[in-house]
């Protein structure tokens, strides 16, 4: 089998790592496609790539994904946009994603499962309660409003997709709250009426291999852990355990709502998590003090 990761970040390297320790992924090929590859030094100096065969292309130029090889089994689309503006995710969500499936029809690839990277922001910020799979999406701000263009897209141009939408990932090398916090820079509406849904990069890596693995699961899934939080009890709880000055108060950003996300229907599906709660995910990568650097 061969895994394509088209866009191969943190995600993608997570994916490696834990095929590597699957044992029936273990000796599959994972091909990265990037725009850029790393210098061959660096990859040779980094044993959890030893699986990975890059492949230099554009999910924007449709001839240099002409180069995808055949046999081609799985595909997850993890791409992300160089700036955050509605031109370049339409460029790389939709366009990208278009090409990409294009592709992997005129390379001879039309069996491989794919799975579509997404983001629990389909679901506007003015949605409140528990939500799921179920629920209407209702994208307020354009990352959402994209992201719900291109599900929408793969589900038309691909049979039995999957879609993945993954709430706010955190991880070792996603700490950016953390020194938010740490500088006293951070804030947090006053009321407990909003709610932090996380993931911790690693999840989000073996819920992606799970669903792929699993030729009977196929539709669209929330990728979140098990325990929303309240954004005060959380940024507060995060200040207290590195020493920080309590978060100031202030009003909500776009990015807050008032939404609790399930993650039932993922885990039904056997999914199990190794940090079902974000505080258990965070501290421990407060055990390792790299994280300030």
């Known amino acids: 089998m061969t895994w394509l990761i088209a866009g191969f970040g943190d995600l993608g390297r997570e994916m490696a790592d834990n095929m590597q320790a699957d044992p029936d992924l273990a000796g ?23 699986n990975v065969r890059w492949l230099q292309a554009d999910l924007l130029d449709l001839n240099s994904l002409h180069k995808l090889p055949t046999g081609i089994t799985h595909v997850v689309f993890c791409a992300t ?24 029809k ?36 354009f990352n959402g409003r994209v ?12 049979p039995d997709p999957l879609i993945l939408r993954l709430s706010g990932i955190y991880g070792p090398n996603r700490v950016f709250l953390l020194k938010q916090l740490l500088a006293g820079a951070a804030s947090v ?23 792929l693995k699993r030729k009977h699961l196929t539709g ?12 005060k009890t959380l940024y507060g709880d995060l200040a207290a355990a590195i020493g ?36 258990q995910g965070y501290a421990a990568i407060l055990a390792n003090e790299n994280w300030r650097d």
């Open 220 to 231: 669209t899934y929330i990728g979140t852990d098990s325990t929303p939080v309240p954004l």
């Open 147 to 158: 992201l719900l263009q291109a599900e929408r897209e793969l589900i038309k141009r691909w």
């Open 106 to 141: 005129d390379t001879g690839n039309t069996q491989a499962r794919v799975l579509f990277v997404s983001s629990t922001a389909v679901y506007g910020a003015e949605q409140a309660g528990w939500l799921d799979e179920t629920s209407a999406p209702e994208p307020s701000g």
């Open 189 to 211: 509406p006053a009321s407990e009426a909003y709610w932090a849904n996380r993931i911790h990069v690693s999840d989000a890596a073996l819920a992606v291999i799970h669903l």
């Open 244 to 279: 920080a000055p309590s978060p100031r108060e202030g009003l909500p950003s776009p990015m807050m709502g008032k939404k609790r996300l399930s993650n039932q229907k993922l885990c039904e599906s056997g999914f199990t998590f190794q940090w079902p709660d974000c505080r």
């Open 81 to 104: 946009p160089d700036q955050r503006d509605e031109a370049s995710y339409q460029a790389t969500y939709f366009q990208g994603l278009k090409n990409l499936l294009q592709a992997l």
């Open 28 to 50: 599959e090929t994972v091909l990265a496609l990037r725009r850029h590859i790393p210098k061959p030094e660096l990859t040779a100096a980094n044993t959890n790539l030893s």
